[in-house]
C-alpha cells in the first residue's frame, strides 16, 4: 500500500522560504504524477503545482508562479515544494499527491490523483 508523508511545515517569518518534502513509499515513484495542493481554513482544498513522471515537466496554479518550485528526487522516492517570499496568504494545510497509470498531460484536479498524505501546516506570520 503506497503511503505519502509529508515534511518541513512550520511556523515562518512573512518573506522567508520554506521547503516541504514528501517521501513515497510502497509503490513505483517514478512512474507517478505527483502534486501539492493546499487548503486554508474555511475553504477548498486547492492546487498548488504538479510534476510528470517523465520529464519532469511542471506546472503551477497562477498564484504561486514564480514563487514555488516543485521538483522530484526518484533516487529517493520523493517530491519537495520550494517555497520562497512567502506571505501570510499562504497559510494553510499542504499535501502532497500521487497519480497512478500517468501520461504527459498535467493533473491539477483532486479526483485526479489515487494516493494523498496526511498534510503538513505552513503557517506564516506578518
Known amino acids: 500500500q503506497e503511503q505519502l508523508v509529508e515534511s518541513g511545515g512550520g511556523l515562518v517569518q512573512a518573506g522567508g522560504p520554506l521547503r516541504l518534502s514528501c517521501a513515497v513509499s510502497g509503490g513505483p515513484f517514478s512512474s507517478y504524477a505527483m502534486g501539492w495542493f493546499r487548503q486554508a481554513p474555511e475553504k477548498e482544498r486547492e492546487f498548488v503545482a504538479t510534476?510528470?513522471?517523465?520529464?519532469?515537466?511542471?506546472y503551477y496554479a497562477d498564484s504561486v508562479k514564480g514563487r514555488f518550485t516543485i521538483s522530484r528526487d526518484n533516487a529517493k522516492n520523493t517530491v519537495y515544494l520550494q517555497m520562497n517570499s512567502l506571505k501570510p496568504e499562504h497559510t494553510a494545510v499542504y499535501y502532497c499527491?500521487?497519480?497512478?497509470?500517468?501520461?504527459?498531460?498535467?493533473?491539477?484536479?483532486?479526483?485526479?490523483?489515487?494516493?494523498w498524505g496526511q498534510g503538513t501546516q505552513v503557517t506564516v506570520s506578518s
Open positions: 510534476i510528470n513522471r517523465d520529464d519532469g515537466s511542471t
Open positions: 499527491a500521487a497519480r497512478r497509470l500517468s501520461s504527459s498531460v498535467f493533473y491539477t484536479e483532486r479526483y485526479q490523483y489515487t494516493y
